[in-house]
Structures are given as structure tokens and as C-alpha cells.
């Protein structure tokens, strides 16, 4: 078990910590009851998790000479393509398979989406300025590979979060590509998500319904002997990807140790003894195995409540529960701004953007020795120094 602390100066640290919502804080402290604090936590849970992101839709707009382009190369299983909200309508068999080349737009700030304004304009949105459709998983993959100019021979396989549209997760894909300088072609799966706070039931079952979905994917997408998969999972994407690959080692329909390079599970989404359990059936995880948590994480807060427990694997501050597994802990706690409720801290926060960017010119995912590359930051990186430790 290695732990990794990443934090600014402890000034830095305290002010990110108290200076969010004092007024809220005063309320809160007032509130004697315990019950009553959680049904306070509770409603204001719900209420940010369902009004803090501007719900995006794909919009098509003309490009503009300034922008950037970044590929993202889609397996949707959702009925409605431009990402709307469908709780409780009937979910998707059907996969569409589609290269979308979404323009970010000159005034982009790191760890933000511009979602489309109306009329959608490139000048300063987020927006899709061309898309292909492919008939089968096959040419898909193929032309996929094909437009990799990077030389890595990978992949990066994403799997989108809980409360999340299409369009979102389109969009999140292409601003993690951009922020965090991705040189290998990303790969997004798109789940059947309902994109609405009340509906964590109806995603958890859509969770557990795209296991096979997702194992077929990674099973197509490993079918070429000289490509990795690169594996990266958010929130409650994290336990579908662990429940698809606890599957796949089960079954053995993919080597997990040789076809895939790596996997990071930012913010994840489940039970500690769930994980646990999870990933003992698989006997040789993929290295690196990194977990990004954050201690502040609202939406996990509000997550353990719910499911009546202390805390989640994605806001652990300590290693409790996960003693002898062969993963690694990223603390982005220090690092938090407040933003998303502490739940995208590793996509959202210029400061953790900035760590993982250092990370990645030490070396590229697939050739990454997560231990070694730490310690190699720690010396190098400036104002991250001071709190970064690994420790056994």
C-alpha cells in the first residue's frame, strides 16, 4: 500500500479549507441535533449536486481559426444523442460508435468547460465542429488506431461518473484531454446515466446493466496484440469499471496484467469492502493502480449517507480497510478549491491539474512507476514539495 499526500504550503491548505461558505458554517454549527444536521446536509446535497453544473448539450457550431481540436472518440448506449435527460425512460441495447472532434474554445480557463451558449459560438464555447459515424466496433477501433501520431501504441479508455449527460461527459472528455496534455487518442464510455440527482438508484442499475457493455468494449479494444488499454474511471464510472474488470478476471477474457498499462479511479464511488472484494479476484492488477481522493468530497459525503456508511473509497483519509492491496493513494485533498463540490478535484483544480501534468512528462502512463516518478516530483516540482510523501 503506498499513500501519496499532494499539497500546497500549509497556509495555502488552511485558507482552501475554511474559507469556503463561512455564513454556511455558522448555520451548520448551530444545528445541535445530529439529525437534523444530516437532513441539512442532505438537502443542500441534493440541491448543489443538481444546480452546480450547467447541464450540456452537444451543439454544433462553425470552427473558429484560434481554437483547438480535440478528438473524442465516442461508445454511446444512450437513446438521446445530444445529452438530455431521460430518467426513467427506457434504456439502449444499441451502441453507436462516433469520432467527435470538439473545439475548445481560445478564452479556455484550465479545470473548465465553456458549455454551449445559445446560439452555440466556437469564439467561446465548447462545442462539436465534426463528427463520424462508424457501423461496427471494428472500424471504429481501426480508424482509431489509425489516427494515432503519438507512437505510444494506447489507448486511454474513460469511464464518465453519476448525474451525468452526454453531452457532459463528451465535453469533460475533451477538457481533460486538453488540460492534462493526453497525446494518446481517448476513448470515452458513454453510459446510460439519467443526468439527474434524483435518479442515483436508477444510475447505480444502469451501472451494474453496462458491465457486459464495457467488458465487450475492452475486449475489442485489446484485440490488437500491439496496443495497451490506459484505463481511468470517475466517481460512480469507477464501480462499474471495477465491477466490469473483477468480471473480466473471472471469466478471463482479457489478460488485465499484459493488455492493460494502467489504471487511475478518480473519486471513486464505492464501498471500501466492496473494493476490496472487488479487486482481490484479481489476481495480477495492472501497475500503476492509483486512487485520487479527496477528504472534502461533498457528493461522497452526501453517497455515504445515503448507503449508511462513514465514508467512500474516493474521500478515505487514511489507508483503513485497504491494508495489503497493491494500489496506490493520491491525496488531493490540500488541493481542493471548492469547486464541483470537491468531487472533480484531479480535472477541475489548476493546482492538481498542474501535479498530474508533472507527473506525465516524467513519463508517459503505460511506462509510469508511480513510486519512483513521486519521489522524482517531490524534488522537482516547486511548491507541491513540501507535502508530497510516499510511505509504505
Known amino acids: 500500500m503506498i499513500i501519496v499526500h499532494v499539497s500546497t504550503s500549509p497556509l495555502v491548505d488552511w485558507l482552501m479549507r475554511w474559507s469556503q461558505w463561512p455564513k ?64 426513467g425512460e427506457a434504456r439502449t441495447d444499441r451502441a453507436l460508435y462516433g469520432r467527435l472532434g470538439v473545439s ?21 464555447d ?20 489509425q489516427s494515432d501520431t503519438s507512437g505510444q501504441n494506447e489507448t486511454l479508455l474513460f469511464v464518465h461518473g453519476y448525474n451525468t449527460t452526454h453531452g457532459e461527459a463528451v465535453y469533460n472528455m475533451a477538457q481533460m484531454g486538453h488540460d492534462l496534455d493526453i497525446p494518446v487518442p481517448t476513448l470515452l464510455f458513454s453510459w446510460p446515466s439519467s443526468a439527474q440527482a434524483r435518479g442515483y438508484v436508477y444510475d447505480r442499475d444502469s451501472a451494474v446493466i453496462s458491465r457486459d457493455r464495457l467488458e465487450e468494449l475492452i475486449i475489442a479494444a485489446t ?37 492493460v498499462s494502467g489504471i487511475i479511479l478518480m473519486a471513486p464511488d464505492i464501498d471500501t469492502e466492496v473494493f476490496r472484494a472487488q479487486l482481490e479476484r484479481i489476481e495480477e ?17 452526501l453517497s455515504a449517507w445515503l448507503t449508511g456508511r462513514k465514508v467512500r473509497l474516493g474521500s478515505l483519509s487514511d489507508a483503513e480497510g485497504l491494508e495489503g492491496l497493491p494500489v496506490t493513494l493520491v491525496d488531493f485533498s490540500s488541493l481542493a478549491d471548492g469547486r464541483s463540490l470537491n468531487h472533480k478535484v484531479a480535472t477541475n483544480s489548476p493546482a492538481a491539474i498542474a501535479f498530474i501534468r508533472q507527473i506525465n512528462q516524467i513519463a508517459p502512463p503505460g511506462e509510469l512507476n508511480i513510486v519512483d516518478s513521486i519521489v522524482r516530483a517531490d524534488a522537482t516540482s516547486g511548491g507541491f514539495g513540501a507535502g508530497l510523501i510516499g510511505a509504505q
Open 223 to 259: 484485440q490488437n496484440r500491439n496496443r495497451k488499454l490506459f484505463l481511468v474511471a470517475h466517481s460512480m464510472g469507477s464501480y462499474l469499471l471495477m465491477e466490469t474488470l473483477r468480471q473480466i478476471a473471472l471469466t478471463g477474457s482479457v489478460d488485465l496484467a499484459e493488455r
Open 104 to 124: 475548445i474554445p481560445p478564452n479556455h480557463e484550465i479545470g473548465t468547460v465553456q458549455y454551449p451558449s445559445d446560439p452555440p459560438n466556437a469564439e467561446t
Open 126 to 145: 465548447y462545442v462539436v465542429v465534426n463528427a463520424n459515424e462508424f457501423e461496427t466496433v471494428r472500424s471504429f477501433l481501426s480508424s482509431l488506431e
Open 285 to 301: 492488477p495492472p501497475d500503476p493502480f492509483l486512487i485520487v481522493v479527496t477528504e472534502q468530497d461533498g457528493a461522497l459525503r
Open 24 to 87: 454556511m458554517r455558522t448555520v451548520f454549527h448551530r444545528l445541535k441535533s445530529s439529525h437534523a444536521r444530516h437532513w441539512m446536509l442532505l438537502t443542500l446535497g441534493v440541491a448543489l449536486l443538481a444546480g452546480c453544473t450547467e447541464r450540456g448539450v452537444l451543439a454544433l457550431a462553425q470552427p473558429t481559426r484560434d481554437a483547438t481540436i480535440r478528438d473524442v472518440w465516442v461508445v454511446n448506449y444512450r437513446d438521446d444523442l445530444r445529452g438530455r435527460r431521460s430518467l
